[in-house]
């Protein structure tokens, strides 16, 4: 990444962090008039900064200039890290972004590709063995993490990149494993991907383990659904949504899906919450299929 960017990827993950509902969003609000969810209070961001510097300085105009993407140096940066007692895996994405990581990529309105860049949905050149999907969802009801563990094997010779598909344009995608982020484009009228470019190209019948994860970052509430679409076929899908103890469903669906844009559903049975506030379910085999949970809200 050049420079600006490396500046404006932080600035853009760090103004997430601050607005999403959770301890970062209260450090501020505690001096801060009463916001809407999209907006942040730079004088009370300026107070948390002050505090925890032992002093009083002006800070406002350092706060709003990070925040709204203009300037941020390393020293600042760690001071926000600091006085918001940010946890080891945000900052270490924070430290990521300003080294300038191709691991790790914010995608929101202002940082996200032209929308020209539009690739059309085609059928895989690999084939995922197994795959492993966790879905968490915050206090608000939205979703706020997802990681994926996906075994695939390539159906061609010199395969460089699987898509990942995503519903919002506000989220952060760090690949843990096997491989670096890629180009971001649209797919439909409301889904989104990146390509995961791989750690080296694979030949035919070669294998990779992959893992990355995602924190998002939505505006509003998307439908109270997590659905997974397989194009090909995969041997082993397991799939968990995990709800937080504020925010619990009434009911819970496991489901089938008839497509990916405007999709009614196929088939359902209701299924329980764990001790864990969790569901799963483990599918042997899935062939061009679109799979989930979809839920009601108390």
């Known amino acids: 990444m050049a420079g600006d960017d490396r500046v404006q990827q932080t600035c853009a993950y760090l103004r997430m962090l601050l607005l999403r509902p959770g301890d970062y969003r209260t450090a501020w609000q505690r001096f801060a008039e009463p916001a809407m969810p999209e907006e942040i209070d730079y004088a009370a961001v300026a107070r948390v900064l002050a505090e925890a510097d032992g002093a009083e300085p002006d800070l406002v105009a350092d706060a709003r200039r990070a925040l709204e993407g203009e300037a941020l140096s390393a020293e600042m940066l ?76 390539s159906t061609v010779d010199g395969l460089e990149s699987l898509p990942y598909r995503f519903d919002t344009d506000e989220l952060i995608v760090e690949v843990v494993r096997g491989g670096r982020v890629g180009d971001v484009y649209r797919l439909t009228d409301t889904l989104y991907a990146v390509d995961i470019l791989l750690t080296r190209p694979l030949a035919r019948d070669e294998t990779a383990l992959m893992q990355y994860r995602s924190n998002f970052f939505y505006r509003s509430a998307p439908p109270p659904e997590f659905r997974r679409a397989v194009l090909g076929s995969t041997q082993d899908l397991t799939m968990w949504v995990t709800f937080h103890r504020d925010r619990l469903p009434r009911r819970v669906w496991l489901a089938r899906w008839d497509a990916l844009d405007h999709a009614h559903i196929t088939d359902r049975e209701p299924v329980e919450l764990d001790d864990e506030r969790s569901v799963h379910c483990r599918f042997d085999q899935v062939e061009r299929a679109i799979v989930g949970f979809y839920w009601e809200w108390e």
């Open 78 to 153: 760690a001071q926000f890290v600091a006085a918001f007692r940010v946890r080891p895996r945000h900052a270490e994405r924070l430290a990521s972004l300003m080294r300038g990581s191709p691991a790790v990529r914010v995608i929101n309105d202002e940082l996200r590709v032209p929308a020209v860049l539009v690739k059309e949905t085609e059928a895989p050149n690999y084939q995922t063995l197994s795959l492993h999907e966790l879905h968490m969802l915050g206090p608000d009801g939205k979703p706020a993490e997802h990681q994926t563990i996906q075994l695939i094997r």
